[in-house]
């Protein structure tokens, strides 16, 4: 039972970024996004719920769009129009089982 998310890096101001959280024994009901900036503490930024009913915070709406691809049991995170306060470890989390993923690193430059 795990998740394990990829697709971050160091990308400019106005870019774009997709992170990707694949599901292994896991089956999908509801998933959520959140960072972690240093020194701040975890933000929600996104959620799926199946029938893909999808749910953001001011902060991400507009410029992230989350979604699942069920064939390939992945949830992905788009992420548009960057701007540096997105910077952090950006997390999956499965509900209601509680698993998380172990993170990854998406740094903005100005």
């Known amino acids: 039972v795990q998740l394990v998310e990829s697709g971050g890096g160091l990308v400019q101001a106005g870019g774009s970024l997709r992170l990707s959280c694949a599901l292994s024994?896991?089956?999908?009901?509801?998933m959520a996004w959140y960072r972690q900036a240093p020194g701040k503490q975890r933000e929600w930024v996104a959620q799926?719920?199946?029938?893909?009913?999808?749910f953001y915070p001011d902060s991400a709406k507009g410029r992230f769009t989350v979604s699942f691809d069920n064939a390939k049991n992945t949830v992905y995170l788009q992420m548009n129009s960057l701007k540096p306060e997105d910077t952090g470890v950006y997390y999956c989390?499965?509900?209601?089982?509680?698993?998380w993923g172990q993170g990854t690193q998406v740094t903005v430059s100005s």
């Open positions: 989390a499965a509900f209601p089982s509680g698993v």
């Open positions: 799926i719920s199946s029938g893909a009913n999808t």
């Open positions: 024994g896991i089956a999908f009901n509801t």
